[in-house]
């Protein structure tokens, strides 16, 4: 049990929340065989074979917790790295019975990196991710070469990586990235890797005049601050192999 955000309500996870613990240990030959390493949060679900969408950096699980219940055919897993945010959005989704959206308390550089089986993700959704405006904190930034690597081999051939800041200069770096990902010549490794980018589309929970509607973006709206985003689409038959 833990409190924290709960103003003196044990927060139960039970059911809803995982953890590090709940991941079997890393192989010895990662390097040499990354699929070992692999599980598949899909299983974690009543209905494992229902579309999987994955969403970094979820805070109080306010996006899940709204999109999910217009959503009830799809699973959804929100990666967060804050114990307290982890704990509130898990108790969170058990109150609502939720039943298609569970919780992981991890790095989701890392889980996805590590342990996301190639090509499950529908949808992998980075809203207001952590801006670190500081240069030499830039690499802690979530949007890298690696990252969009492995976000590509994660998402399934025609689904999407979907992203939203409020920050012009982590704006600013994203367009950068994008435009050297969305250039089809682009090559990560020797193999070609590109996405094709789209407009944002506003996803139906998203309130009158939000984006997507999460706490960090009502909190921004507050504050009279705009914001950016985009969609990266996997072309549908650009295969890795
Ligand atoms: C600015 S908040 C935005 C939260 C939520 N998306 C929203 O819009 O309300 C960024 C969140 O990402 C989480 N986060 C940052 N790095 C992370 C990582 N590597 N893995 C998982 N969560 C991370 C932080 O703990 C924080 O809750």
């Given amino acids: 049990m833990s409190f924290g955000l709960s103003r003196g309500k044990p927060l139960d996870i039970s059911g809803y929340g995982l ?34 969408e994955l969403e970094i950096g979820s805070g109080k699980g306010t996006f899940l917790a709204q ?34 959206v569970r919780m992981l308390h991890f790095d989701a550089s890392e889980f996805v990196r590590w ?13 207001f991710a952590d801006p670190w405006p500081k240069p030499r904190h830039h690499k802690r930034r979530m949007v890298q070469d690696q990252f969009l690597a492995e976000a590509f081999r994660v998402i399934q051939p025609g689904g ?13 770096w994203m367009e950068e990235h994008f435009a050297r990902w969305c250039d089809p010549a682009h090559q990560w ?21 939000e ?25 549908a038959g650009l295969d890795l192999a």
Avoid: C
Avoid at 115 to 124: D, H, N
Avoid at 191 to 197: L, V
């Fill in 19 to 52: 953890t590090g613990d709940d991941l079997p240990p890393l192989p010895d030959d990662l390097l040499q065989n990354p699929e070992k390493a692999w599980v598949d949060p899909r299983q974690w679900f009543e209905h494992p074979d229902r579309p999987f």
């Fill in 67 to 100: 999109q999910a219940g217009l959503q009830p055919e799809t699973n959804f897993l929100g990666i967060e790295w804050a114990r307290e945010f982890f704990s509130y959005a898990a108790d969170r989704m058990r109150r609502n019975r939720t039943e298609n």
């Fill in 115 to 127: 342990r996301v089986p190639t090509g499950i993700v529908k949808v992998l959704h980075l809203y």
């Fill in 160 to 172: 999407e990586l979907r992203v939203v800041t409020d920050h012009a200069d982590y704006w600013s």
């Fill in 189 to 209: 490794q020797g193999k070609t890797m590109f996405y094709e980018r789209h407009d944002f589309e506003r996803p139906a929970s998203a309130g009158e005049g």
């Fill in 211 to 235: 984006v997507v509607g999460t706490n960090f973006e009502r909190k921004y709206i507050a504050e009279g601050r705009t914001f950016n985003a985009a969609i990266l689409v996997r072309p």
